[in-house]
């Protein structure tokens, strides 16, 4: 799977890494279902370095499209709200 971080680049993220990167999904979507910009930005933030963490980068002279595009760390709650759909920002 590719994994597009806005401003940063794309990561190629294998299936197996995906129930940890739901789980650091869920946090962002429960800080922003509640409002709570405290949490918001450390979740959001944990995920993106999931994603870093569990993929490698994806060759920039390539141009395959994303299968997930995430938000970039500067991100405000009002703007990942509009990016989620029912599954989080990350399906499953």
């Given at each position: 799977m590719i994994v597009r971080i806005l401003g940063e680049g794309q990561y190629d993220v294998t299936?197996?890494?995906l129930d940890?990167?739901?789980q650091l999904d869920a946090a962002v979507e429960a800080a922003v279902e509640a409002g709570d910009e405290g949490a918001f930005t450390p979740a959001l933030v944990a995920l993106l370095e999931g994603?870093?963490?569990?993929g490698v980068p994806h060759d920039?002279?390539?141009l395959d499209e994303s299968d997930l595009i995430l938000p970039p760390a500067d991100a405000t709650l009002a703007e990942v709200r509009e990016l989620l759909?029912?599954?989080g920002l990350i399906p499953g």
């Open positions: 299936d197996d890494a940890q990167l739901n994603v870093r963490r569990t920039v002279e390539s759909e029912d599954d």
